[in-house]
Nanobody
């Protein structure tokens, strides 16, 4: 099975930056889809950003211009650079692989398909 492990979360003030990492056992076979989701208490899990094996990226509107998704295939690692953080960005952030057949689609099955990490907490204060 594919194993994913997130790191890099923490507490920052509004306007600050964080860089999240997701170490994977493997996501280098083609085709593939990897990305980041987030969830705060009382809310549904929300897609944040994705990237596929061709390098094509997709972002939810609320993070466009502030977040950047990237990957290092040699290290089997996925990244999320988060700049100009806002209190609404506070959530548990999860990395995932192959939750969908279309990488631009953030809709989740119930229960979710694909492979998921355990999450890393991001807290942004005013």
């Amino acid at each position: 099975q594919v194993q994913l492990q997130e790191s890099g979360g923490g507490s920052v003030q509004a306007g600050g930056s964080l860089r999240l990492s997701c170490a994977a056992s493997s996501f280098t076979y083609s085709p593939y889809c990897v990305g980041w989701f987030r969830q705060s208490p009382g809310k549904k899990r929300e897609g944040v950003a994705s990237i596929d094996n061709t390098g094509h990226t997709n972002y939810v509107d609320s993070v466009k211009g502030r977040f950047t998704i990237s990957q290092d295939n040699a290290k089997n690692t996925l990244y999320l650079q988060m700049n100009n953080l806002k209190p609404d960005d506070t959530a548990m952030y999860y990395c995932a692989r192959d939750w969908t057949l279309s990488c631009s689609d953030f809709d989740l099955s119930s229960p979710p398909l694909g492979y998921w990490g355990q999450g890393t907490q991001v807290t942004v204060s005013s």
